[in-house]
């Protein structure tokens, strides 16, 4: 999904739909990036907002998503968002 300021683009997100083979379907918030300029205006919240509307018009009700461990401003972010912060590590493999 695209957000534009005034024909201009401003920002993004991509998300993801995953059918585990144990559980129900989840999503997952893949990207969020706005453009530095266009930052604190409320685009990020609204592509989150519409991203989460887009899972639950799937009925999927259970998101998540990633990010870097030393972004204290994304972290702020998502937690004002509602996300709840989980001490996990994610492995990853290339086969």
């Known amino acids: ?6 024909d201009i ?7 993801q739909i995953f059918k585990s083979m144990c ?11 706005v453009k530095e300029e266009y930052r604190r205006q409320g685009i990020a919240a609204k592509l989150i907002n ?23 401003t994304a972290q702020a972010f998502y937690e004002a968002q509602g996300y709840h ?4 590590w994610m492995y990853h493999k290339r086969i």
């Open 23 to 33: 559980y129900t379907y989840y999503g997952e918030i893949s990207e969020l990036f």
């Open 50 to 72: 519409r991203m989460e509307e887009e899972f639950k018009e799937n009925n999927i009700f259970s998101f998540q998503l990633f990010k870097g461990a030393d972004n204290n």
């Open 9 to 15: 683009l401003a920002g993004f997100i991509c998300g």
């Open 85 to 88: 912060k989980l001490e996990e």
């Open 1 to 6: 999904m695209l957000a534009y300021v005034n």
